[in-house]
């Protein structure tokens, strides 16, 4: 088994969550780790994925992802 690694540039981390771009929608999906790798996702760790924001205009759907709390 290879273990995924976040996709963040010096990081290293565990992935936990995979982060999808869907272009065609202007939206970013963040959810479990994805089975197969996707040429328009990445993987990130925990603390990635609650850092992550969409770029200008797009909405991130967080799917099965605890909430933050305030
Ligand atoms: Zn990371």
């Known amino acids: 088994m290879n273990a995924r690694r976040c996709s963040r540039?010096?990081?290293?981390?565990?992935?936990?969550?995979?982060?999808?771009?869907?272009?065609?929608?202007?939206?970013?999906?963040l959810g479990p780790l994805a089975h197969a790798a996707d040429p328009h996702s990445y993987d990130?760790?925990?603390r990635h994925a609650d850092r992550?924001?969409?770029?200008?205009?797009?909405?991130?759907?967080r799917v099965g992802?605890?909430?933050l709390s305030a």
């Open 9 to 29: 540039v010096g990081c290293g981390q565990e992935a936990a969550w995979t982060l999808t771009y869907v272009y065609a929608d202007q939206m970013a999906v």
């Open 44 to 46: 990130l760790c925990e």
């Open 52 to 61: 992550t924001a969409p770029p200008q205009g797009w909405l991130l759907t």
């Open 65 to 67: 992802m605890r909430q």
